[in-house]
């Protein structure tokens, strides 16, 4: 089965960028739509962007329409989350997530953002 694991969050200060990145595991990577979805303490999580399998189509929360960015490289089995104009509110911890509609998503483990002010 496919696994997936992030890294690139941290500490940054309001204003700021952070790129996330996903790697994965396993030879299905390129057949899923994939998903960066946040969740803030003591909240549900809730969705971010999303990608499609080949890359042409992405859509984003209106809450990051305009400073996140969304792009895959397929050959790299690699998803990317380019985080623009950060603001406090954005502090959660994001997840990549390899979509199935017929099956149970896969998620990774998180990593934590943190926007001080």
């Known amino acids: 089965q496919m696994r997936l694991v992030e890294s690139g969050g941290g500490l940054v200060q309001a204003g700021g960028s952070l790129l996330l990145s996903c790697v994965a595991s396993?030879?299905?990577?390129?057949?899923?739509?994939m998903a960066w979805y946040r969740q803030f303490p003591g909240k549900e999580r809730e969705f971010v962007a999303t990608?499609?399998?080949?890359?042409?189509?992405?859509s984003y929360a209106d809450s990051v329409k305009g400073r996140f960015t969304i792009s895959r490289d397929i050959r790299k089995k690699m998803l990317f989350l380019q985080m623009d104009n950060l603001k406090p509110e954005d502090t959660a911890v994001y997840y990549c997530?390899?979509?199935?509609?017929?099956?149970?998503?896969?998620w990774g483990q998180g990593t934590q953002v943190i926007v001080s002010t």
């Open positions: 990608i499609s399998r080949t890359g042409d189509s992405t």
């Open positions: 997530v390899a979509k199935r509609p017929s099956e149970s998503d896969i």
């Open positions: 396993g030879r299905t990577f390129s057949i899923h739509d």
